[in-house]
C-alpha cells in the first residue's frame, strides 16, 4: 500500500472523555460558508468525513487538517468540489487506493477524488481507517458509448450500469482481508443509495447486503432498526437515506451513539440537502 505521511499542527483534542466523528455532504460549502463551518464547529468532531467541500474556513484549518481530492465528473474531468477528511490531532497518513485486480485499479484510479482514504493514528496509539465517499447520480464511465468490458464483472447483478458502490464494496473488502491488527475502519458519505427508491432497489440492497458480507455495517440503520431519511429532494420531499455510516466490528467498541441530526436546522437555513451524521464513542 503506497502511502505518504503528514504531521498535522498541534491542536487541543475534544473536551471530556470521548471522540467524536461527523459525516456530511455540505452541498458545495466554500471557504466563505462560515454558517455551514460554524455549524460544524459547534458539532466539535474529532474527525468530519466530508463531501461536496469547495473550501474549508481558516479558522477550522486552525484546529484541524483537511485532506481532500476533486471528485469526477460525469464527462470524467474534475469537479470544483473535493471529497475530503477533516482530523483533529493525532497523525494522518493519506493512502493511495490500490487494488490487485488492475482493471479495478483502473476504475479506483480513474474516481479517486470519490473515495479518500485517510489512516489516523490517535494519540492513544489507537488506528482508524477513514474512507470519506461521494457515489454521484450517475453511472461511472458515463461518458463512454459502453463500458469498459473488463468492468463490466464489477457491475450490480441487477443493473446494467457501473455505479460507484459497485468499486467500493470490491475496494473495502480486499482491504479488510489484508487490515492490519487492531484497526479500526469507518467508511461513511453520500452513496446516493437507499433502499426506499421505487427503481433499482434490490440493487441498493445488495450493496447493503455486500458491505455487511465484506465486514461492515451502518450505525444509523442498525440503532434506528430501519431507514432514516437523510435527504431533501429539490421538491421538498425527505424520504431516502442517502447517507451511511458503516463501521467494522472493531469500530463499534464503545460506540455511545450513531444519528442523523435532523433538529440543527439544516434543510430550513438551507445549509445542505443534506443532513449531517454524527457518531459518538468513548474513550
Known amino acids: 500500500m503506497s502511502e505518504y505521511r503528514i504531521k498535522p499542527k498541534h491542536c487541543p483534542q475534544s473536551e471530556g472523555l470521548t471522540m467524536r466523528a461527523l459525516s456530511w455532504n455540505v452541498k458545495g460549502a466554500s471557504a466563505d460558508s462560515l454558517d455551514v463551518w460554524d455549524e460544524l464547529t459547534s458539532l466539535n468532531p474529532d474527525v468530519a468525513l466530508l463531501q461536496e467541500v469547495a473550501g474549508v474556513s481558516d479558522d477550522l484549518l486552525s484546529t484541524h487538517r483537511f485532506i481532500g481530492f476533486h471528485a469526477s465528473t460525469k464527462k470524467g474531468g474534475k469537479q470544483r468540489f473535493k471529497t475530503g477528511v477533516l482530523v483533529r490531532g493525532g497523525v494522518v497518513t493519506p493512502v493511495r487506493l490500490t487494488s490487485d485486480d488492475r482493471h479495478l485499479q483502473e476504475a479506483l484510479d480513474a474516481y479517486s477524488g470519490n473515495i479518500v482514504h485517510i489512516r489516523w493514528e490517535r494519540q492513544s496509539g489507537e488506528v482508524w481507517h477513514l474512507l470519506s465517499c461521494y457515489s454521484p447520480a450517475w453511472p461511472l464511465f458515463s461518458f463512454r458509448t459502453r463500458i469498459p468490458r473488463a468492468m463490466r464483472a464489477f457491475r450490480s447483478k441487477l443493473s446494467d450500469d457501473l455505479w460507484l458502490t459497485d468499486l ?15 484497526a479500526r475502519w469507518m467508511v461513511a458519505g453520500d452513496f446516493n443509495s437507499a433502499t426506499t427508491f421505487s427503481w433499482e432497489r434490490g ?8 458491505m455487511l458480507a465484506a465486514g461492515l455495517e451502518d450505525a444509523i440503520f442498525n440503532m434506528a432498526e430501519g431507514a432514516v431519511p437523510t435527504f431533501r429532494h429539490s421538491r421538498g420531499s425527505v424520504k431516502h437515506q442517502l447517507d451511511y455510516f458503516y463501521l467494522c466490528a472493531a469500530a463499534k467498541e464503545r460506540l455511545i451513539s450513531c444519528k442523523v441530526l435532523d433538529d440543527r436546522g439544516v434543510f430550513e437555513c438551507s445549509l445542505s440537502d443534506h443532513l449531517p451524521l454524527l457518531g459518538v464513542w468513548s474513550d
Open 168 to 182: 467500493l464494496h470490491r475496494y473495502v473488502r480486499e482491504q479488510l482481508q489484508m487490515a492490519e491488527d487492531g
Open 203 to 210: 440493487q441498493n440492497q445488495e450493496f447493503m447486503d455486500n
